[in-house]
């Protein structure tokens, strides 16, 4: 079957591509695009999406850049500055001049990510719904509440809530939020970050209930895996995120596996060819 990831970051110490702050720069080693396709090549992972890194910030030329040298590997999924009055103009610039495809979005539940209230978010969502590009959703389940929201306002736009919005096990209240968003016929959920969410070493059997959970509300059309490397490096290998799901969950038949290892992916990010 065909293996796509649609959730990696990285980055390099290559001074064309400056930090936005050099004072703060991303904790641990360079991990940059040559890496990731060893990676891949060692695990039979066809294809990657790149998501811009927070530490980056607005300056997506690094993905860009790893699309255009390897086009037939990567795609990319950048940022804009959400309090940014111009952002939606900038989600264009990126998508039509660079070739981007996707935004993140990372509102905060707390009063830091209020921004995803005020005014400047409905514009962007529509924007990114006229370019036809999918909004990724970094979260916590508090959240979902003001995307559903912004969602009714926005048909034909696809959204992939990332990593489950990372809810616990244990909290009933947020996994009811986040089924709740299977009612958008649009959006997606990416079945990661269990290695994050377990008390139990590999693989994590304890998180194994809540995805069993997603995939029966949201259908295998809907759902993907995804590494997160390097993020997933301080519990979790690259190679462990994969066969978490295509060797550790029994629950998932064959057919279904086949879409929630790649050809999901392929329903939001083409890669130049459409999903069968």
Same mark, same amino acid.
């Given at each position: 079957?065909?293996?796509?990831?649609?959730?990696?970051?990285?980055?390099?110490?290559?001074?064309?591509?400056?930090?936005?702050?050099?004072?703060?720069?991303?904790?641990?080693?360079?991990?940059?695009?040559?890496?990731?396709?060893? $990676?891949?090549?060692?695990?039979?992972?066809?294809?990657?999406?790149?998501?811009?890194?927070?530490?980056?910030?607005?300056?997506?030329?690094?993905?860009?850049?790893?699309?255009?040298?390897?086009?037939?590997?990567?795609? =990319?999924?950048?940022?804009?500055?959400?309090?940014?009055?111009?952002?939606?103009?900038?989600?264009?610039?990126?998508?039509?001049?660079?070739?981007?495809?996707?935004?993140?979005?990372?509102?905060?539940?707390?009063?830091?990510?209020?921004?995803?209230?005020?005014?400047?978010?409905?514009?962007?969502?529509?924007?990114?719904?006229? $370019?036809?590009?999918?909004?990724?959703?970094?979260?916590?389940?508090?959240?979902?509440?003001?995307?559903?929201?912004? $969602?009714?306002?926005?048909?034909?736009?696809?959204?992939?809530?990332?990593?489950?919005?990372?809810?616990?096990?244990?909290?009933?209240?947020?996994?009811?939020?986040? %089924?709740?968003? =299977?009612?958008?016929?649009?959006?997606?959920?990416?079945?990661?970050?269990?290695?994050?969410?377990?008390?139990?070493?590999?693989?994590?059997?304890?998180?194994?209930?809540?995805?069993?959970?997603?995939?029966?509300?949201?259908?295998?059309?809907?759902? %993907?895996?995804?590494?997160?490397?390097?993020?997933?490096?301080?519990?979790?290998?690259?190679?462990?995120?994969?066969?978490?799901?295509?060797?550790? %969950?029994?629950?998932?038949?064959?057919?279904?596996?086949?879409?929630?290892?790649?050809?999901?992916?392929?329903?939001?990010?083409?890669?130049?060819?459409?999903?069968?």
């Amino acid at each position: 079957m065909r293996i796509i990831d649609p959730h990696v970051h990285i980055w390099t110490q290559d001074p064309a591509f400056p930090w936005p702050d050099p004072d703060n720069p991303p904790t641990g080693d360079e991990r940059n695009a040559e890496m990731l396709l060893e $990676l891949m090549a060692i695990n039979g992972v066809e294809k990657t999406v790149l998501v811009q890194p927070i530490h980056n910030l607005w300056d997506n030329s690094y993905v860009i850049d790893a699309v255009k040298r390897y086009p037939d590997k990567f795609t =990319a999924v950048g940022r804009v500055d959400p309090q940014d009055p111009a952002n939606a103009d900038h989600l264009t610039v990126w998508t039509e001049e660079h070739g981007m495809h996707g935004v993140r979005l990372s509102p905060a539940v707390d009063a830091a990510g209020d921004w995803f209230t005020g005014p400047l978010m409905l514009p962007l969502f529509k924007r990114a719904e006229q $370019l036809g590009v999918p909004m990724l959703i970094l979260t916590g389940p508090g959240r979902l509440v003001d995307l559903a929201r912004l $969602l009714e306002q926005v048909p034909d736009l696809d959204v992939s809530i990332d990593h489950m919005a990372d809810v616990h096990m244990d909290d009933a209240a947020g996994r009811k939020l986040l %089924m709740e968003m =299977a009612r958008f016929p649009r959006v997606y959920v990416k079945i990661s970050h269990t290695w994050r969410l377990s008390v139990e070493p590999y693989p994590w059997r304890d998180t194994h209930g809540l995805v069993e959970e997603v995939y029966q509300t949201f259908g295998a059309e809907r759902i %993907m895996w995804g590494t997160d490397w390097p993020v997933c490096l301080a519990q979790a290998e690259y190679s462990q995120a994969l066969t978490l799901v295509r060797d550790e %969950m029994p629950f998932f038949c064959q057919e279904d596996l086949e879409w929630v290892l790649g050809k999901t992916v392929l329903r939001l990010w083409p890669f130049g060819e459409a999903a069968s």
